[in-house]
């Protein structure tokens, strides 16, 4: 499962990508030919000479152009990332990339946009080369793409849900969103973890010959098969399935292998 980070320009990505950091999720590094800005780190682009990103940029995936420079990242980078940060068109060619890659997306938007437009002028001084960045948002299908999540009609098979990250650009609010969001990471992994353990026990069934695959019935009445992380993620969303999964894990003699975690009232 990976997480992808969408945002217009200032809304609060590379904040949030910090924390989370601090967090140990890792990230992608975007490879770009634009130049570097001021007192900027490493951490998020590989900066590339404009000789160096001819040499590389139609192997990349997620590529895109803003004003004139170009960005992108290798199949390898993401394979071995636990998240990136896209923009639309990114994004879509992420999920064409890899298709049978699980997606969170993590929608970061202000709760006022004058908050933003205000960050996005301290950032840039030059009120013409914002304007640009804007524009090429605009054309890159940040309207659209709002409108669809918003109306529920994503309408891709691979991103399994979507998280709003409300940014009022105080400090401790994009803290407590990274808190959630890597605790619910995490939460996916161990859970994870536990759907192998009973698939092997029996206490989930699935196709022979294939220790990843659980068979779920829905309410309907219909059977599915998921992936042991694609259930875990189904039962955070089920209360009542998860409650009973792990009342029988938890009465197995080998339940003991794996490590029962618990989150404090803090």
Known sequence: MKLLILGRTASGKDTLRHELEHRGVSFVKTATDRPKRENESDDAHEFLSIEDMDAIFDTLVAT?????????????????????????????????????????LAYVLPMRESDRQLAAQARNADDELTQAREA????????????????????????????????????????????????????????TDIVHQCRRLNILS??????????????????????????????????????????????????????????SAD
Not at 138 to 156: A, P, T
């Open 64 to 104: 895109t152009v803003v004003n004139s420079h170009r960005y992108g990242f290798t199949r390898e980078a993401y394979e071995a990332a636990d998240a990136v940060i896209v923009d639309p068109k990114g994004m879509d060619d992420v999920v064409k990339a890899f298709p049978d890659e699980p997606v969170v």
């Open 136 to 191: 090429a948002e605009r054309e890159l299908g940040f309207d659209e793409l709002e409108s669809k999540i918003d109306s529920g009609q994503l309408g891709i098979e691979s991103v399994w849900c979507t998280i709003y990250v409300r940014n009022d650009y105080q400090p401790h609010t994009i803290e407590a969103w990274a808190d959630n969001i890597a605790a619910q990471l995490d939460a996916v992994r161990r859970l």
């Open 206 to 263: 699935g196709p022979e010959g294939d220790d990843d695959a659980v068979r779920l019935v829905h309410k309907t009445g219909d059977e599915v098969i998921r992936s042991a992380e694609r259930t875990a993620v189904e039962l955070l969303c089920d209360p009542i399935g998860l409650g009973t999964l792990m009342r029988e894990w938890l009465a197995t003699p080998d339940a003991s292998v794996i490590p029962r975690y618990y989150v």
